[in-house]
């Protein structure tokens, strides 16, 4: 019998215990033992519930327990996840987690400790729920140079966007639509302004290039003034908005990431990934592009990488994963001002100030635009060039363009 | 230093050079030791080629080389390749492998030889080329019940029916210029009659299954009978026509497996999946359906997936990969007659014997049909349901439709 713990009980914790039930002797036979979730540390009465047998409230007794082997940190949060995730790979037991927020910031320290101890610090749940991407990037990808990570992660911003291109819904309609249809919280900040989308982008930037992504040297711009006209535009260039999580190798050496929304051409496969959904590109040095679909949250997609991640632990607990995951050394982390992109720009400036800026650019025509209103696509530059050239002229819109 | 073999000097052998050339510091780093390949088996003379200095023509000289850890099986087809891996496996030599005929026929036998040595034996790029596949269904579901994976598994059937799509052409010129362009061999039987897709859907039920999937039980239609008509059919049903390998999960409780091409509609993401690419959507009882996208083949995409397992194998070389697989047990494999669909069907037989055969359906318009051609959907059923009611009606054409 192996015994496990959770902490948190919220909907990805509610997952896990579906999954065990429902798969338990599938994992029994692949494990060799059954899997038994012996401890849930939760911070208040849940009355009635048929798991109160197994709550506590004090994680000490969780940590001192020795036949708990594998801790699953489904509470979310930097703390005290972070001081409960180090106490119990000090105490020499696996932790599997779906926190993102705790890795992007402190996974590298966390991934240390695991390593004197020892043990799996395993965390395929905090990107793309329960999509296969972090372990197929690090070992399935571990012949390439990886030069890119670009996706949609984040299922409630790519709901909201999907619906305002499907149904011409403007922003606040579709984000109070998905808060009804539970897609969203009541405080939608973390989704909507992006800060989920960089917390991922962050772990997949770390894994991708070895080398730590701190979230502050990533920009993050969410989709609240992405709007209808933009929607519009975007559909006569045989493009979509979407918000992207980037992370780059750029030609110097150096590395960048940052999350926008972007137009991105229908020809690209991630313009079809739609609804809750999230997409992940790889572009290796000998693979070429790889993309990773499925669903990005939910409590039993996410609970089937987390149970995988504990199957895994359990199975290989004598033996701990190299995440090569450096706390510094090259690519250094730089500006995403110096990431190249073709930009759409929308602008009631005038075409004088236009002209002068970018020479002759051909401009996108949209029926229902207000006069003096224009909108056109430039040439490859980096932001930092792009800027220089705009000045002082006022933008209505700007987003990058990806083919 | 690490040192391997490579069995065969084909354009997958070339792009595994290629990649350890490139990125041979990268890999030096990961492997803790430079990886260098110390001989190639070779059938023939390749006069001046500057890896001659490597070539041997004796197998058992590698196979009795202490210094050779790892050999890479990229000759293809069932033998000499079963007796040298074979021999590779029991001289404790791990084995990387992109051979889908031998994996699809033998794998099993070879995985049990693979395990009484202690050895590995991986085979990641014998599916999907490069994309990640095998590990993640194997590894990163492991929580779930796998209850189908359905997949483009051929690039060249792929690229063929693209074209018949997007530009009108019809099979033997699509096919034509599939070969011009080196996506067709000038045999192109295995790819064209889906016997390729065959081999790649076994080895993917094998391992979503646990089970032996032999490929005399997987019925295997190819595209040569694909019409343009077919094609136009489709899209206006809002479809595309894919040839796509299917294994699944029946109620019943045993497992199907067919190749055939499909009608698929347009809202799945495999219908985007176009040219030369590959896509697979696995579909687990947890994390619901994810695919996994990229290169199916070609050199340095294939050499990726084995590069990548080439490490693998090194670093775990202590560890036996348990792949599940075994030799027989449930679910038990049956006919794909068993397998429910709506179906498309085609026909000249007249409205009489369509009605006394399904009742009420709904026609297909085609403003180029001929008269008293006649196509419509079915409600969802068998094969063998369908091919019950069609009885000796003649059928110009008949596809599942897949939503």
Same mark, same amino acid.
């Not at 409630?156 to 922003?171: H, P, R, S």
């Not at 930037?205 to 711009?221: H, I, K, T, W, Y």
């Not at 933009?230 to 918000?243: I, N, P, T």
């Given at each position: 019998m192996s015994k496990i713990a959770l902490l948190g009980y919220g909907v990805v914790a509610r997952g896990v215990l579906e999954v065990l039930a429902e798969n338990g002797a599938l994992l029994a036979r692949r494990l060799g033992a059954?899997? %038994?979730?012996?401890?849930?540390? =939760?911070?208040? $009465?849940?009355?009635?519930?048929?798991n109160a047998g197994k709550f506590v409230r004090d994680f000490a007794g969780i940590c001192a327990d020795p036949e708990i082997e594998a801790v699953v940190e489904v509470m979310g949060g930097e703390e005290p996840a972070y001081t409960y995730t180090a106490a119990a790979l000090r105490a020499g037991k696996h932790v599997v987690t779906a926190n993102k927020?705790?890795?992007?910031?402190?996974?590298? %320290?966390?991934?240390?400790?695991?390593?004197?101890?020892? /043990?799996?610090?395993?965390?395929?749940?905090? =990107?793309g729920g329960g999509i296969p991407?972090?372990?197929?990037? &690090? !070992?399935?990808?571990?012949?390439?140079?990886? *030069? !890119? =990570?670009?996706?949609? +992660? #984040?299922?409630?911003? #790519?709901?909201?966007?999907?619906?305002?291109?499907?149904?011409?819904? $403007?922003?606040?309609?579709?984000?109070?639509?998905?808060?009804?249809?539970?897609?969203? %919280?009541? *405080?939608?900040?973390? *989704?909507?302004?992006?800060?989920d989308?960089? &917390?991922?982008?962050?772990?997949?930037?770390?894994?991708?290039?070895?080398? #730590?992504?701190?979230?502050?040297?990533?920009?993050?711009?969410?989709?609240?003034?992405v709007s209808r006209e933009?929607?519009?535009?975007?559909? @006569?260039?045989?493009? /979509?908005?979407?918000?992207l999580g980037r992370a780059l190798r750029l030609p110097d050496g150096t590395a960048a990431a940052y999350v926008a929304p972007h137009f991105i051409s229908k020809t690209n496969l991630l313009s079809h990934v739609d609804g809750v959904m999230n997409g992940i590109v790889v572009r290796g040095n000998a693979v070429g592009e790889c993309l990773f679909y499925g669903p990005g949250a939910?409590?039993?997609?996410?609970?089937?990488?987390?149970?995988?991640?504990?199957?895994?632990?359990?199975?290989?607990?004598?033996?701990?994963? *190299?995440?090569?995951?450096?706390?510094?050394?090259?690519? %250094?982390?730089?500006?995403?001002?110096?990431?190249?992109?073709?930009?759409? +720009? @929308?602008?009631?400036?005038?075409?004088?100030?236009?002209?002068a800026a970018f020479g002759n650019v051909q401009f996108l025509s949209h029926s229902g635009a207000p006069a003096g209103e224009y909108a056109f696509l430039t040439p490859p530059m980096t932001e930092t060039a792009l800027l220089a050239r705009v000045g002082d002229m006022p933008l209505l819109s700007r987003y990058r363009v990806l083919d």
């Open positions: 059954p899997l %038994e979730v012996k401890s849930i540390l =939760v911070r208040r $009465d849940f009355p009635g519930d048929p927020q705790l890795l992007a910031h402190r996974g590298q %320290e966390l991934l240390d400790i695991a390593g004197e101890t020892g /043990v799996n610090y395993l965390f395929e749940a905090s =990107v991407i972090l372990r197929p990037l &690090r !070992e399935c990808l571990s012949a390439n140079r990886v *030069d !890119e =990570v670009c996706g949609i +992660l #984040n299922g409630t911003t #790519n709901y909201i966007l999907t619906e305002m291109i499907q149904c011409g819904t $403007d922003f606040s309609e579709a984000l109070s639509q998905a808060q009804a249809l539970g897609y969203a %919280e009541a *405080d939608p900040t973390a *989704d909507v302004e992006g800060l989308a960089q &917390r991922k982008i962050c772990i997949l930037a770390d894994l991708a290039f070895g080398r #730590n992504m701190p979230p502050e040297a990533v920009s993050a711009q969410g989709i609240r003034a933009d929607v519009e535009y975007a559909q @006569r260039l045989g493009c /979509v908005v979407k918000l939910g409590g039993r997609a996410t609970a089937s990488a987390v149970v995988s991640d504990v199957v895994d632990a359990l199975l290989h607990a004598s033996r701990r994963k *190299d995440w090569g995951w450096a706390a510094s050394g090259a690519p %250094e982390p730089q500006s995403a001002a110096a990431v190249v992109s073709r930009w759409f +720009l @929308r602008t009631d400036a005038g075409l004088a100030p236009i002209g």
